[in-house]
Structures are given as structure tokens and as C-alpha cells.
């Protein structure tokens, strides 16, 4: 005999997922990205411009390389723990040269934040999150991008 066909049920805890009202992959929640690690995606890096790739040296390039394989081990609400330093933007808090910047290399059209990985004090790896993948955009090494003033000073 064979089995009754059954009707699938969506238990009551199932949320539906949102979409953007624009098609901005990076804006949608996937339920488990913070638990999964994170990857790079190197097609969005930037070798132009004031953060370009372009210009970095050998020894600039190993030193980054070693602080990127660190956040490999690392999933994505480790890197967004308040203490790491690492948390998304908006662009419209970015520095006028920075926003310039993404008009001319269209990323602005897509997006409306960037995620800033610190590597020590100044230094920062600006890219977009799309779910666990991190696509590498610039190296800020002057904490250039996004400058704050320093607290009690």
C-alpha cells in the first residue's frame, strides 16, 4: 500500500522573511548569518581611488592578510560584538569623499550601509555584508572613512 499524501504545515513559530522594498541583497536578514562564519568576497575591492588596493605594498598586504584570517575563525556575532569595534554604517554618516567615492564606483545606488572590520586603533577594512559574506571594498588605515572625534578629549 502506499502512503497517504500529507499536507505540509508551517509550524506557528515560522516568521516569513521581509523583503527590501528595493532589491538590496545586503538589507535581507538571514535568520542564521550571525551564526555562521565569515567569507570574503574580493569582486567589490576597490584599487583606485584614496582607499583603493592599488598602491598597497608587500608588507601592507601580509599584515592584512594575517587580520583577515583571524575573522575567518570568527562568526558573525563575535565580529559584531560591541568590543571588536567592527559594525555596519550608514553612508550617509561616511565622510563627502567617501560617499563621492561610491557614487562614482555605483555602489551607492545599491546599498545604504557599509560595514567597517577594525583591525587596531585607526585601522579599518570597509566592505558590504550580504548574509556571512563580507565584500571587500577599501583598506582605511587612517580611519579616514568614518572619523570620530576621540572621547574625553
Given at each position: 500500500?502506499?502512503?497517504?499524501?500529507?499536507?505540509?504545515?508551517?509550524?506557528?513559530?515560522?516568521?516569513?522573511?521581509?523583503?527590501?522594498?528595493?532589491?538590496?541583497?545586503?538589507?535581507?536578514?538571514h535568520?542564521?548569518s550571525?551564526?555562521?562564519?565569515?567569507?570574503?568576497?574580493?569582486?567589490?575591492?576597490?584599487?583606485?581611488?584614496?582607499?583603493?588596493?592599488?598602491?598597497?605594498?608587500?608588507?601592507?598586504?601580509?599584515?592584512?592578510?594575517?587580520?583577515?584570517?583571524?575573522?575567518?575563525?570568527?562568526?558573525?556575532?563575535?565580529?559584531?560584538?560591541?568590543?571588536?569595534?567592527?559594525?555596519?554604517?550608514?553612508?550617509?554618516?561616511?565622510?563627502?569623499?567617501a560617499?563621492?567615492?561610491?557614487?562614482?564606483?555605483?555602489?551607492?545606488?545599491?546599498?545604504?550601509?557599509?560595514?567597517?572590520?577594525?583591525?587596531?586603533?585607526?585601522?579599518?577594512?570597509?566592505?558590504?555584508?550580504?548574509?556571512?559574506?563580507?565584500?571587500?571594498?577599501?583598506?582605511?588605515?587612517?580611519?579616514?572613512?568614518?572619523?570620530?572625534?576621540?572621547?574625553?578629549?
Open positions: 500500500m502506499g502512503k497517504k499524501n500529507r499536507k505540509l504545515t508551517i509550524p506557528h513559530t515560522y516568521k516569513k522573511p521581509t523583503w527590501p522594498d528595493k532589491n538590496r541583497a545586503s538589507q535581507i536578514e535568520p542564521n550571525d551564526k555562521e562564519k565569515l567569507s570574503w568576497q574580493i569582486r567589490t575591492l576597490d584599487l583606485d581611488g584614496p582607499w583603493g588596493w592599488g598602491e598597497l605594498d608587500a608588507e601592507a598586504l601580509i599584515y592584512i592578510h594575517g587580520k583577515l584570517a583571524q575573522f575567518e575563525c570568527m562568526t558573525w556575532a563575535e565580529i559584531k560584538h560591541p568590543n571588536t569595534g567592527c559594525h555596519p554604517i550608514k553612508i550617509t554618516a561616511l565622510c563627502s569623499e560617499q563621492k567615492r561610491l557614487t562614482e564606483i555605483k555602489v551607492i545606488e545599491f546599498e545604504e550601509e557599509l560595514f567597517s572590520l577594525r583591525l587596531s586603533g585607526k585601522e579599518r577594512i570597509w566592505g558590504i555584508r550580504e548574509r556571512h559574506i563580507f565584500k571587500i571594498l577599501w583598506w582605511d588605515p587612517r580611519h579616514e572613512v568614518y572619523p570620530v572625534s576621540k572621547k574625553h578629549t
